[in-house]
């Protein structure tokens, strides 16, 4: 036929599909057969190449690839509209709205590495969470206890919610760890100074006098308290603390509202790392809000603590996001 008759303003396609052969037949009847399923004749304003008959439709390079994304959209829309009509409490429309972000849609590409692998086992509980469908291999032991030194913690459920926060072998701590300890690593590839568990943040900045107060102090609460406020991370200059989350019981990290799941969790950061300094100055130095004490001053002097959050589905926060930027 020549050349370039099949690109733009061509009259190859046009010659195929009106020429009462059986290729031009099997041409016509699967481009309407696309408009079918793209809804084009049901949807008010449609936009996209198969708005136009198949005699004029169809030209251009990569129009498979065009073709499908467009179906396929109309196909996603429709998913979308279905979910949402779920209960907010359904782990489906749950999984939905965790992962309809970029952030989460990566995990497809993420094959095994020699430092990341997953058992075919680990694959179908990870598929099955990423979908927000009941796990296969825990339908068998659905109600049984979970216990650890004689304390029940919580009860196998087909969602595996139950096992995910029952915390009897740390494995929320490591997560943590894990991602915190990832986010060092890259940030030091792409030369950027980074120190994990920046210890010494508020209270390298002390008067004499406030410092032997706050040690004093330290020292004799044990755990967490005895540390103070330790942000997770220095990258630059800024502080970042970094928080995990995964669906509950009580679906309270992930629920229906407008703003959840790390998205709520990110803002809910500051105000904890805030109340944490207000509660540190009155019981180390007895000044009580609204008045400031060393180590809200010493908070506002570092312009606060920067949110990071992650969640079950593989998603990261706004702010997550914008580090990784």
Known sequence: MGDGPFEKDGSGWDTVVTGG???????????????????????????????????????????????????????????????????????????????FQSSASVWVTAWPTPTCRMSNSQLAVHAAWYMGVPVGLLQPMIGRKLRKAGVDRGTVDGHGVGITCSN?????????????????????????HVMVEVFGAFTRALREADLEKCEDYLRRHPGRQRQGIVPDLQIGTAMYELKGMRSDRSHSNYNGAQVTGVEKREVKIPMEIQKQAVDLDEKMFGVAAPAVGPWQRQLNELGGVKPLAFGQYGELGPGFEQLLD
């Open 21 to 99: 052969t059986r290729l031009g037949d099997a041409l016509r009847s699967s481009w309407e057969r696309l408009q079918e399923h793209a809804k084009v004749n049901t949807t008010d304003d449609y936009e996209g190449l198969l708005v136009e008959p198949a005699t004029t439709g169809a030209v251009g390079r990569q129009l498979q690839s065009a073709l499908t994304k467009e179906v396929e959209l109309v196909k996603h829309g429709e998913l979308v509209a279905e979910l949402v009509k779920l209960h907010q409490h359904d782990r489906r429309r749950e999984s939905h709205r965790a992962v």
């Open 168 to 192: 009897i072998d740390g494995a929320l701590r490591t997560c943590h760890s894990r991602v915190q300890h990832c986010i060092a690593r890259e940030a030091r590839r792409a030369g950027v």
